[in-house]
């Protein structure tokens, strides 16, 4: 199951991140890709956040792994500075079998260590602070999360002066991709 969510900045991103949050359960999996930039470290933030994590919440790109306490332990993890033989020598399925939520940075240089069932999650840009997030659920229970995905909560007359935006810039038609 795939669907896209446009986001016109970081609240839309963090709304996002609270939405599978909540739906969050012991073993759940998150591969978060995309660009340098592109909004991975802020929907993790978001995700922290929404699971009760204080403190702050920053890329693990030199520790590859942060743990963090909330309502679930939360592993979060970034790969992108290491091969896939080394990923396997940290036992990184030990993190996805366990009790917490693994959040995977980079996810795309693992593939062979990711568990068959997660939520995918690609982020791009798409226009000054706008990000294009491609969600698709890889089996139970992450197909049904992505089939009732919300459209995101905008105060009035907020999604037609973003539609306009978009439109300007050639991106988007309609607020779709």
Not at 26 to 47: E, H, M, N, R, Y
Not at 88 to 116: C, H
Not at 157 to 172: D, Q
Request: contains cysteine.
């Amino acid at each position: 199951m795939r669907r896209e969510w446009i986001s016109r900045g970081e609240a839309d991103t963090a709304e996002l991140a609270a939405y599978f949050a909540k739906l969050a359960q012991p073993g759940t999996v998150i591969a978060l890709d995309g660009d340098l930039g592109a909004g991975k470290t802020k929907f993790s933030q978001g995700f922290a956040a929404a699971l009760g994590v204080r403190g702050v919440v920053n890329s693990p790109t030199f520790t590859l792994i942060k743990e963090y306490e909330g309502r679930l332990p939360l592993y979060h993890m970034d790969v992108y500075r290491i091969t896939q033989d080394e990923a396997e020598d940290l036992g990184l399925d030990e993190y996805f079998e366990g009790s917490g939520v693994s959040l995977v940075e980079w996810a795309v240089l693992i593939p062979d260590l990711l568990p068959e069932c997660r939520l995918n999650l690609r982020i791009e840009h798409a226009g000054g602070e706008s990000r294009l997030i491609r969600c698709e659920g890889v089996g139970a229970p992450y197909t049904k999360w992505v089939e009732s995905l919300p459209e995101p909560a905008r105060p009035p007359g907020a999604e037609n002066a973003a539609a306009e935006e978009t439109n300007k810039n050639g991106e988007f038609e309609n607020g779709k991709a």
